[in-house]
């Protein structure tokens, strides 16, 4: 029997945010990122809000009722940014990172100038079994 799923809303953050940081748990970038665990179960989840909070606002994501995962995805197209945008992402992401914020910028700037931008799709997917 197949898990039913629906288009999550800002009721649901919370939830997505939980299912991220559960899932993205010992994930090879993330772990660079946030140099030990204890760093990364205290910083990820405001991370995860910001990447949530951006995707309900020009994205769409969906979850698992059961809350067994989520799907986030968004228009390459919505990466494209004003120098005055890309100045507030980056302070947004200077306080969400924390002491993780140079690792975070980092890889922000590596993804960025590595992803196509245009007709194509950013897609976040992370599914975790229910407890």
Not at 24 to 35: C, K, Q, R, S
Not at 59 to 65: D, F, N, P
């Amino acid at each position: 029997m197949s898990t039913p799923i629906r288009r999550a809303t800002s009721a649901d953050s919370e939830e997505l945010v939980g299912i991220l940081v559960d899932g993205f748990a010992g994930d090879p970038i993330l772990m660079w990122i946030y140099e030990t665990d204890e760093q990364y179960r205290r910083l990820a989840p405001e991370l995860f809000r910001w990447v949530v909070e951006r995707t309900l606002n020009v994205g769409e994501a969906y979850v698992a009722e059961d809350g067994a995962g989520t799907l986030l995805g968004q228009a390459s197209s919505t990466l494209e940014v004003s120098d005055e945008e890309d100045e507030q992402i980056e302070l947004q992401l200077r306080t969400v990172g924390s002491d993780a914020a140079e690792h975070l910028l980092a890889f922000m700037k590596a993804t960025h100038d590595n992803h196509p931008i245009g007709d194509t799709a950013a897609v976040y997917a992370m599914w975790r079994k229910p407890s």
